[in-house]
């Protein structure tokens, strides 16, 4: 099984382009891009300096592509309200999190993910991640998170009740009714403070993009000025993290 990380380090065999990342959040760097053994036990080194056991990471193959997210709020295993988003640009640049996005609308993708939201009867917020392969334009799966996610300002823009669904839940007197209307296919959002200006430096001309009027600019300085002025204040230090490496 290439996907073994036992296996790999018995057999020291690769095939292919892989992710090696763990299998819980809140590490600084997540995701290492491996294709051979020494990218490998380079990124296998990280994990285990931070006490990371095998059994705590997971490995997956690398799906050239789009990055796609399902978003829900559901109910004894069905959607109460539904969005999904298509990553525009994420940090790092070949598999990492949204910095850029649009509304996605594929009926196929919302049909898959009502599927798993059924067999695992779910209830409360879910994000299931995809990649959508350039070459068949197949989704493959990726993971499945029970929170919510980095894109809820998106969904939240575009229309979708997400507060009223989710006071629904705990509260069955809340008058709740799914009025969520999604007209533009195009909405998107960006995010400068959280990594999207990181692209800027690499391709300037990406910042003409911003000025779209479908395009919402999220820095968080109107809404929450004091969170939004400490990302940008630590915005330097990112920077030379980031470009240092």
């Known amino acids: 099984d290439i996907t073994n990380i036992d296996y790999l380090e018995s057999n020291k065999f690769f095939l292919g382009k892989y992710i090696l990342k763990p299998s819980k959040e809140g590490l600084i760097k997540k995701y290492f891009h491996v294709y051979d053994f020494e990218s ?23 799906i050239e592509g789009i990055g796609i997210g399902y978003f829900a709020i559901c109910e004894n295993g069905s959607p109460l ?15 990492g999190y949204s910095t850029a996005c649009k ?11 009502r599927k798993i939201i059924k067999s695992l009867n779910w209830r409360g917020p879910i994000m299931i991640e995809y990649r959508k392969s350039s070459v068949n334009g197949k989704y493959y799966f990726i993971e499945v998170n029970p929170k919510f996610w ?41 995010w400068p403070l959280d990594g999207d200006s990181f692209h800027y430096l690499v391709r300037p001309k990406i910042i003409l993009s911003l000025f779209k009027a479908e395009t919402n600019v999220s820095t968080g ?11 940008l204040l630590y915005l330097p230090i990112r920077f030379l993290s980031e470009f240092m490496r």
């Open 150 to 190: 980095g894109s809820l300002e998106l969904g939240l823009e575009s229309g979708v009740d997400i507060i009223g669904a989710t006071i629904s839940i705990v509260n069955k007197k809340y008058p709740f009714q799914n009025k969520s209307s999604i007209n533009d296919n195009e909405f998107s959002i960006a």
């Open 81 to 95: 309200v539904e969005y999904a988003h298509e990553r525009l640009r994420e940090w790092p640049s070949k598999g």
């Open 40 to 62: 490998f036990n380079i990124a296998k080194k990280y994990f285990t300096n931070i006490k990371y056991s095998n059994k705590d990471l997971i490995l997956q193959e690398y």
């Open 221 to 231: 300085l109107l809404r929450d000025s004091m969170y939004g002025i400490v990302k």
């Open 103 to 113: 509304i996605h609308k594929d009926p196929h993708l919302f049909s898959m993910s």
